[in-house]
């Protein structure tokens, strides 16, 4: 009798959770389904957002939703542009074509047309073919947008012709384009815009104009716009030296740099792989726990057992949690680490570039003997510094104003390392003297009275 009891029980237990489990699922929309898509993506989660969009295009097209589908195509096709640009541009044709079939805003059509044809450069450009029907595609983008007086698309697909001219080592014809985008370029195309104009200027050899371009380009918190800048303005400072092995050398450098930043990104999307099968994970844990809450009502044994069991599973998972954290702080230290060995190899490159100046072989062969520096060779310390520095003394400049031209030199030979006995050989004064016009240099100028602060610590922070 207690057997058979104790089957209807749990037979009438699970009843309750599937008409609970029902009540609570809800049928997913195409558009709901675009958006957890694009949260993913957002995460960097590649894999998971890859297969969510997929999902949209088939929700899209049973329901008939086609600005839905023919958007979620477009994002799977950037969303395997950089592994695989074939399968990215036949998507892109598909949007193209349901676009067509079902036209709606002329403002996604001219995108649509600009990332088809940035794919089919990039095939074209992967396998050494023809770049037409890129430039059919992004022409006839650029004529709707001039014709509607779209200013940011007309920008966007300028620069499209530019990076494609460049590509095809067009490079005059580049330079031509990507000054048209920059003319109208809006705040947000600008950094891209003027990205393409300098490396033009870059490959015609037009050191200056690429270098005056270069330092216009705000990179703000996009670490890896802020890091091609200052490799490519530290790759004219070595042209203009004739250093072609070192500026091979930074170029080897730079990409090691992005190797790590590239691999950083992928531990994420593992971190938030992981972390949202946790999350999934314990929505069930908790569905389970609402159920057998419900079952109090029926009996107090089986509750204690729900319970017991409840507490088992949490405690396994907190301690699984624990154990994944652990592992990740572990993973972040050794990012730490990559990240610290990447400066390294960037300050070696600095100060080996430093140490090949001619004006730097001067300084360090002159022993007790008088220096002489010429104002060219003061411009040339000065610039190179600049280059491979972050602008600082040119920051300092703009920040001191009324400094003299003679403390300017001083801060650059203290930033150097010079000796204050090469320095007095400059001058023609004494070590004494030269540690009294620091001193004077770190109150009148800087405002610091601080005894144990030098002015080495004081460049240092600008």
């Not at 009798?1 to 959770?17: C, G």
């Not at 490959?203 to 200052?230: C, F, K, P, T, W």
């Not at 004064?429 to 009294?436: L, M, R």
Request: hydrophobic letters at 40%.
């Amino acid at each position: 009798m207690y057997s058979k009891v104790r089957y209807i029980f749990i037979i009438f237990v699970l009843l309750a959770a599937y008409s609970c489990k029902q009540q609570d699922q809800h049928p997913l929309t195409a558009k709901a389904c675009l958006e957890e898509a694009e949260s993913a993506l957002a995460n960097d989660s590649i894999r998971l957002g890859e297969t969510m969009l997929r999902k949209t295009i088939l929700l899209a097209e049973e329901s008939e939703d086609w600005h839905t589908d023919y958007i979620a195509y477009q994002r799977l096709a950037e969303a395997l542009s950089q592994s695989n640009a074939e399968e990215a541009l036949q998507l892109m044709k598909k949007a193209l074509t349901i676009y067509e079939q079902h036209p709606d805003d002329e403002r996604n059509y001219v995108i649509l047309l600009d990332y088809a044809g940035t794919y089919a450069a990039q095939v074209a450009f992967t396998a050494e073919g023809s770049y037409d029907e890129a430039l059919g595609f992004i022409n006839k983008a650029y004529d709707i947008a001039k014709k509607n007086q779209m200013t940011d698309l007309m920008c966007q697909t300028l620069t499209s012709l530019a990076n494609i001219s460049w590509a095809k080592e067009d490079y005059r014809q580049a330079l031509d384009y990507a000054h048209q985008a920059e003319s109208i370029a809006t705040e947000n195309l600008r950094p891209g815009t003027l990205q393409v104009l300098a490396r033009s200027y870059l490959d015609l050899n037009m050191l200056d104009s690429a270098e005056i371009v270069y330092r216009q380009i705000e990179s703000g918190e996009d670490v890896h716009m802020a890091y091609i800048v200052q490799s490519n303005l530290a790759k004219i400072a070595l042209r203009r030296m004739g250093a072609t092995q070192v500026e091979d050398d930074v170029d080897h450098a730079f990409e090691q740099i992005e190797d790590f930043y590239y691999k950083a990104l992928e531990q994420k999307n593992q971190y938030y792989q992981e972390t949202l099968r946790q999350e999934m994970e314990n929505q069930q844990l908790e569905y389970q726990s609402k159920m057998y809450g419900r079952t109090l009502l029926i009996t107090i044994v089986a509750s204690l057992v729900v319970i017991f069991a409840i507490v088992m599973v949490v405690r396994y998972k907190m301690r699984t949690q624990r154990q994944e954290k652990r592992q990740l702080q572990q993973e972040a230290e050794h990012q730490k680490t990559l990240l610290h060995q990447a400066n390294e190899v960037v300050s070696f490159l600095q100060n080996f570039i430093l140490e090949r100046t001619e004006v730097m072989k001067k300084l360090n062969q002159s022993g007790d003997s008088l220096v002489c520096l010429s104002p060219h060779e003061w411009s040339e310390i000065e610039r190179t510094l600049n280059a491979i520095d972050n602008n600082r003394f040119a920051n300092i400049r703009e920040q001191y104003p009324n400094m003299q031209e003679d403390d300017i030199r001083l801060c650059l030979l203290t930033w150097l390392g010079i000796s204050n006995r090469v320095i007095g050989n400059i001058y023609c004064i004494t070590v004494s003297a030269v540690q009294h016009r620091k001193l004077k240099l770190k109150k009148d100028v800087f405002r610091e009275t601080n005894p144990d602060i030098t002015l080495e610590q004081i460049l240092t922070s600008k």
